[in-house]
């Protein structure tokens, strides 16, 4: 410890006050709960030093041989010598501790020299390091010169403890000192911006710096990262487009911005891009190529970046294992996510969380809550999204008992108002059979949002009770939310159920001037209900008004078709789906044949006898 005072201790007029008063006394002083006024501590220093000179005064003067008398000692000094700033401030980013600095700052408010900038600049960023923010803004306050360090620093801390608000309001401060700033001050008030998504004053910083020529990799970098933040991909790619020189971390910055906006296919794209321009992507840019992987359904891919992991190419940590868990999970290779989850040697909330929601989604509820069982056993904390997951696990096998024990947890927790968690508990207890507590908890719900109300349509759908999906739609559009594609869609399936053609037709209208309509689920289920209805030709106007058709569409209108009669026009659209790659598998052959009967039926392109194919076999 670099506690240090005189050899000789002066009287009570060497000992000035701290600089930093009252803000920066030691930490100990007034953390022992020793509320006293300044003046009272001030009184007891001057009366402790003039005690001292006292007893110094009556002790016998003892004098060597050779004449030397030593300066007397001070039975209170740790080391001898005044602190030397330059010993101060190198000691700082030593400290591995907070009670470690507070011992360095004490050190610095009792030297004789008051402490300058530097040491102050110092005391700031570790107290920052320690997220001591409260301890750093006292040092910031008492100082009576700043210079640009001390700005940034204050607002790095900020920055660090998602004070956004702060960061804006002492970058103004500091541009009406006078204070020019630099670079890192530059990106600490665009990160701000980003949080906060404040694209105003973001775009004000960006002209502060190309006007100062601020521009490097880092600042750009900065940059890249705010404009996506809010959201605006085009900037952010101009941005990049426009770095002299890039790092891995700027490719990162822009293939994380790609992710986070849906956009995953561009974030591979440009993935490959980066491995060929010769960088070597890190764990960050790694963890989001794999979520990009998940939501675009490459598993090969996210089998090749697993490959180089366990080669060692890549660092494996525990993020990147939950990566590759979730990215499994997601791909509904839910086997292989168990592998990979039984091999990491460490795990937290989200890998299990991942893994949990793999089985839920994969229809395996079982394995989900027994897996939930482990987790609790373990004592591992759970969150909203293991929640939900294990919901949507009670929904699928129906476990009642289950539900309602997450729903006591939801109530104990006060989690109940979450949109998320709260339409999941809605679509659960629908599963369940349990439609008064599913309405009742909807009701509740302080926020209902078109998901809230689609999980109890979907719900009631789901076990056949297609009237009372239909009336929480009108429900909902009393309350005033706009239905989405899943909502237009789970509604028409009720339509269907019920030959509800005036319903389904008044959906169709509204569907029509929305884009909602283009969406191949809302078509399919369109088809569907004017196929159940017996209105042939307004499903085949609805197909050909599609821009896209998946499987399920082609297997809506081909076993419409057959359930109609219309024999002839469902092998026609056998051979059309044939000629756009999607294979006739044996499921719908056999439907169509049972509902046709021996038909003999010849044509240039397709040729049937009974259950014998031709182009088709």
Not at 41 to 69: I, N, W
Not at 175 to 192: A, E, H, I, M, T
Not at 257 to 266: F, L, P
Not at 427 to 443: N, P, Q, T, V
């Amino acid at each position: 410890m670099l506690f240090c005072c005189s050899l000789s201790p002066p009287g009570p007029q060497a000992y000035p006050l701290p600089p930093f008063q009252p803000s920066s006394f030691p930490r100990r002083v007034r953390s022992s709960g020793e509320h006293k006024s300044n003046k009272k501590v001030e009184h007891q220093y001057f009366r402790a030093q003039s005690s001292r000179a006292k007893v110094q005064s009556l002790r016998p003067e003892t004098h060597p041989a050779d004449g030397y008398c030593p300066p007397e000692q001070d039975p209170e000094a740790d080391s001898a010598g005044s602190p030397d700033v330059d010993a101060l401030a190198s000691r700082l980013p030593s400290c591995g501790s907070v009670a470690d600095v507070r011992k360095v700052h004490a050190v610095a408010v009792r030297s004789p020299d008051a402490p300058g900038i530097f040491v102050a600049n110092n005391l700031i960023s570790s107290y920052v390091r320690f997220s001591e923010i409260s301890d750093a803004r006292k040092v910031f306050d008492g100082m009576p010169d700043r210079s640009v360090v001390s700005w940034t620093a204050m607002m790095n801390g900020y920055q660090k403890s998602g004070n956004y608000t702060e960061v804006v309001r002492l970058f103004l401060d500091m541009v009406r000192s006078g204070v020019r700033g630099n670079s890192l001050s530059f990106v600490c008030q665009l990160k701000s911006c980003g949080g906060q998504c404040n694209a105003k004053l973001g775009r004000q910083v960006h002209c502060c710096v190309v006007k100062g020529r601020w521009g490097n990799v880092i600042v750009d970098s900065a940059l890249v990262h705010f404009y996506a933040q809010c959201g605006d991909l085009a900037s952010a790619l101009m941005m990049f487009d426009k770095m002299a020189s890039r790092d891995v971390i700027s490719w990162t910055t822009m293939i994380t911005a790609y992710v986070q906006q849906g956009r995953g296919d561009k974030a591979l794209q440009m993935f490959s891009e980066m491995v060929s321009e010769g960088f070597l992507p890190n764990e960050f840019t790694v963890c989001s190529i794999l979520k990009a992987c998940a939501e675009e359904k490459a598993l090969r891919c996210g089998k090749q970046l697993h490959g180089a992991v366990v080669k060692k190419l890549y660092k494996d940590d525990i993020h990147v294992g939950s990566a590759l868990v979730t990215m499994y999970a997601r791909n509904g290779e839910v086997f292989d996510a168990q592998a990979v989850f039984d091999m990491m040697p460490r795990r937290n909330t989200i890998t299990w969380t991942s893994l949990i929601s793999g089985y839920a989604q994969s229809g395996h509820g079982e394995k989900a809550i027994l897996l939930f069982r482990q987790m609790k056993m373990r004592r591992v904390s759970v969150n909203n999204l293991t929640i939900v997951s294990l919901l949507s696990a009670c929904g699928s096998i129906r476990s009642l008992c289950l539900g309602k024990e997450l729903h006591a947890h939801i109530i104990k927790n006060s989690i109940q108002e979450n949109l998320q968690i709260g339409s999941t508990l809605v679509w659960c207890y629908c599963k369940c059979g349990e439609y008064m507590y599913a309405a009742r908890i909807l009701e509740e719900m302080p926020d209902r949002d078109a998901i809230s109300w689609t999980a109890m349509i979907s719900g009631y759908n789901s076990v056949g009770h297609s009237a009372e999906a239909l009336k929480s739609l009108d429900d909902m559009l009393w309350d005033g939310v706009t239905p989405n594609t899943y909502t237009y869609s789970s509604a028409l399936k009720a339509c269907a159920k019920l030959e509800a053609l005036r319903d389904g037709r008044r959906i169709h209208g509204v569907v029509n001037k929305t884009p909602a309509f283009s969406d191949v689920f809302v078509g399919s289920s369109l088809i569907e209900m004017y196929m159940r209805c017996g209105k042939v030709d307004e499903a085949r106007r609805v197909f050909d008004a599609m821009p896209e058709h998946n499987l399920v569409t082609w297997k809506v209108i081909i076993t419409g078709f057959a359930q109609n009669g219309l024999c002839e026009e469902a092998f026609k659209y056998m051979y059309l789906m044939q000629q756009e790659g999607h294979n006739v598998d044996d499921f719908m052959l056999s439907k169509v044949l049972t509902s046709c009967g021996n038909l003999d039926w010849k044509s240039d392109d397709i040729s049937l006898s009974g259950s014998t194919t031709g182009s088709l076999g």
